[in-house]
């Protein structure tokens, strides 16, 4: 029998219980219902789903591209000590706003005195 838990909200239990027993529809509107004394059909769950897989997908987007962002760290010229903020990018460049150093193509040079990426070190 599956454990139920109402402190789910009706999004995390629909999922949950998909994902967990791949049960038919119909099943699932009589357990929404009961758990939560509510009218659900079919449709509106199928909606709710989608929903609950749409934001699922944005927050590990987004989770993802914070973390990125976190080690997005600036780099130093050893030549000339220009530093490189992946924040600003390299507009005069062609490098964008948000560009890792990491990511930065491998012909990159150093916008003020033209040294190789690879003579930049990490701050």
Not at 20 to 41: D, F, P
Not at 61 to 78: D, F, N
Not at 103 to 108: A, N, S
């Amino acid at each position: 029998m599956e454990t139920l838990n109402v402190m789910e909200t009706p999004e995390e239990l629909l999922v949950r219980l998909l994902e967990q027993n791949g049960w038919e529809w119909r099943t699932l509107v009589k357990i929404m219902n009961r758990t939560y004394h509510a009218s659900y059909e079919i449709p509106q769950l199928k909606a709710m789903y989608q929903a609950a897989k749409l934001k699922a997908k944005q927050d590990e987007v987004s989770k993802e591209t914070l973390g990125r962002r976190a080690v997005m760290q600036k780099y130093v010229c050893a030549l000339c000590g220009y530093v490189y903020d992946p924040e600003e990018g390299d507009t005069d460049g062609g490098i964008a706003q948000g560009t890792a150093f990491e990511d930065l193509p491998d012909d990159w040079v150093c916008p003020i005195c033209g040294a190789a990426k690879e003579l930049f070190e990490a701050e």
